[in-house]
């Protein structure tokens, strides 16, 4: 399994024609899933999708590909972990995806949406599915 520790990962850039490429084959995964896991949240966590909480699905769900703001590719033996930052629309708030592209194949597949539980120095948690400009897209699993 690959791990920020066993890969190499490139630098955040701005997508390329492959990344929006892979975006558009996973696109109408990230929004169920990014619908399916504020529903959920909303029923024990809802600060996780605090920073959007009076958008309502469709307005969560509107971004397309000219939304996706920056990517990160690493390079396993299996193939391209592809990590996006997607601006939603009509706001200041992203979200995060992980995709995974098999070596040798012509489809990405969705891995998941990037969603956090921070442990505060006061010990306070703060849970975060959505993310700003300046947080780094970096290595995530889940």
């Not at 909303?42 to 969560?60: M, R, T």
């Amino acid at each position: 399994m690959a791990t920020a520790e066993t890969v190499d990962m490139g630098p955040p850039h701005p997508p390329k024609e492959e990344s929006i490429k892979a975006f558009d084959e996973i696109e109408v995964d990230l929004k169920k899933m990014l619908q399916h896991l504020r529903h959920d949240t909303n029923k024990h966590e809802p600060s996780y999708f605090a920073a959007v909480k009076f958008f309502d699905d469709e307005q969560l769900t509107s971004f397309t590909s000219a939304d996706l703001k920056e990517v990160r590719v690493a390079d396993s033996a299996y193939g391209k972990h592809l990590f996006g930052k997607v601006l939603l629309p009509n706001s200041t708030s992203y979200f995060m995806f992980r995709a995974f592209i098999p070596g040798g194949a012509e489809t990405a597949r969705f891995h998941c949406i990037h969603m956090a539980e921070i442990e505060e120095k006061d010990g306070q948690k703060t849970f975060k599915a959505i993310w700003g400009e300046k947080d780094p897209l970096e290595w995530f699993d889940e």
